[in-house]
């Protein structure tokens, strides 16, 4: 394998961030985890069912 150049290892790095973000922006849609707040609590049991604000 011999020795890692750090230049090269950065190279690369910036050569992938680059086309990571060059697939992003020319995506028409992209998948994502939306983060759910700690304070909110799942659907439960509870409440009137017609009532949306609980």
Do not use: C, W
């Amino acid at each position: 394998m011999g020795i890692l150049d750090p230049t090269k290892v950065t190279r690369a790095a910036l050569q992938h961030a680059a086309s990571i973000s060059g697939l992003m922006i020319t995506t028409e849609a992209m998948i994502t985890d939306i983060p759910q707040e700690a304070g909110v609590a799942a659907g439960g049991a509870g409440g009137d069912p017609m009532n949306q604000y609980g």
